[in-house]
Protein backbone atom coordinates (compact mmCIF):
# COMPACT_ATOMS: atom_id res chain seq x y z
CA UNK A 1 0.00 0.00 0.00
CA UNK A 2 3.19 1.99 0.62
CA UNK A 3 4.01 1.93 -2.81
CA UNK A 4 0.74 2.75 -4.10
CA UNK A 5 0.72 6.03 -2.09
CA UNK A 6 4.41 7.01 -3.67
CA UNK A 7 3.34 6.81 -6.98
CA UNK A 8 0.02 8.48 -6.77
CA UNK A 9 1.94 11.38 -4.65
CA UNK A 10 4.60 11.54 -7.55
CA UNK A 11 1.69 11.36 -10.57
CA UNK A 12 0.24 14.16 -8.44
CA UNK A 13 3.70 16.33 -8.37
CA UNK A 14 4.73 15.48 -12.01
CA UNK A 15 1.31 16.99 -13.47
CA UNK A 16 1.30 20.09 -11.10
CA UNK A 17 5.19 20.40 -12.22
CA UNK A 18 4.24 20.07 -16.01
CA UNK A 19 0.98 22.20 -15.85
CA UNK A 20 3.03 24.77 -14.39
CA UNK A 21 5.98 24.82 -17.04
CA UNK A 22 4.06 24.45 -19.81
CA UNK A 23 4.12 27.54 -21.73
CA UNK A 24 5.97 29.15 -19.13
CA UNK A 25 7.43 31.31 -21.83
CA UNK A 26 4.07 32.53 -22.93
CA UNK A 27 2.96 35.73 -23.29
CA UNK A 28 6.74 37.00 -24.54
CA UNK A 29 5.88 40.76 -22.31
CA UNK A 30 5.09 41.41 -18.88
CA UNK A 31 1.84 40.76 -17.67
CA UNK A 32 0.41 42.35 -14.45
CA UNK A 33 2.87 42.54 -11.33
CA UNK A 34 5.79 41.63 -13.51
CA UNK A 35 5.77 44.87 -14.90
CA UNK A 36 6.76 46.23 -11.75
CA UNK A 37 8.54 43.30 -9.85
CA UNK A 38 10.75 41.99 -12.78
CA UNK A 39 11.90 45.84 -13.67
CA UNK A 40 13.27 46.18 -10.27
CA UNK A 41 15.26 42.66 -9.91
CA UNK A 42 16.25 43.30 -13.12
CA UNK A 43 18.06 46.59 -12.21
CA UNK A 44 19.46 44.86 -8.94
CA UNK A 45 20.81 41.79 -10.85
CA UNK A 46 22.84 44.47 -12.95
CA UNK A 47 24.42 46.59 -9.72
CA UNK A 48 22.05 49.86 -11.77
CA UNK A 49 21.45 51.96 -8.85
CA UNK A 50 17.89 53.56 -10.62
CA UNK A 51 15.90 50.57 -8.52
CA UNK A 52 16.83 52.32 -5.35
CA UNK A 53 16.67 55.69 -6.54
CA UNK A 54 12.65 57.26 -7.20
CA UNK A 55 13.15 60.23 -8.74
CA UNK A 56 14.45 58.55 -12.09
CA UNK A 57 11.98 57.67 -14.56
CA UNK A 58 11.03 53.94 -16.03
CA UNK A 59 13.87 51.76 -17.70
CA UNK A 60 11.39 50.56 -20.02
CA UNK A 61 8.42 51.68 -21.47
CA UNK A 62 5.01 50.92 -19.53
CA UNK A 63 6.62 49.52 -16.76
CA UNK A 64 7.65 51.22 -12.85
CA UNK A 65 10.25 50.42 -10.41
CA UNK A 66 8.41 49.69 -7.28
CA UNK A 67 9.24 48.21 -3.27
CA UNK A 68 5.91 46.66 -2.32
CA UNK A 69 7.58 43.19 -1.12
CA UNK A 70 10.56 43.15 1.22
CA UNK A 71 13.83 43.55 -0.41
CA UNK A 72 14.69 39.79 0.26
CA UNK A 73 12.35 38.67 -2.16
CA UNK A 74 13.60 41.54 -4.76
CA UNK A 75 16.97 40.13 -4.28
CA UNK A 76 15.76 36.38 -4.03
CA UNK A 77 14.40 37.64 -8.11
CA UNK A 78 17.61 39.31 -8.98
CA UNK A 79 19.43 36.33 -8.31
CA UNK A 80 17.10 33.88 -10.20
CA UNK A 81 17.94 36.66 -13.04
CA UNK A 82 21.92 35.79 -12.79
CA UNK A 83 21.51 32.38 -12.42
CA UNK A 84 18.53 31.59 -15.62
CA UNK A 85 19.30 34.90 -17.55
CA UNK A 86 16.67 37.43 -18.38
CA UNK A 87 14.38 34.38 -19.56
CA UNK A 88 10.74 33.94 -18.75
CA UNK A 89 12.27 31.19 -16.14
CA UNK A 90 14.74 33.52 -14.48
CA UNK A 91 12.16 36.49 -13.36
CA UNK A 92 9.56 34.41 -12.16
Not at 25 to 43: G, Q, R
Amino acid sequence: MKRFHTVILLAILGFAFLTRMWRVNYPASYVFDEVYHAVTAKLIAHNDPRAFEWWNPAPEPDTAVDWLHPPLAKYTQALSILLLGEIAWGAT
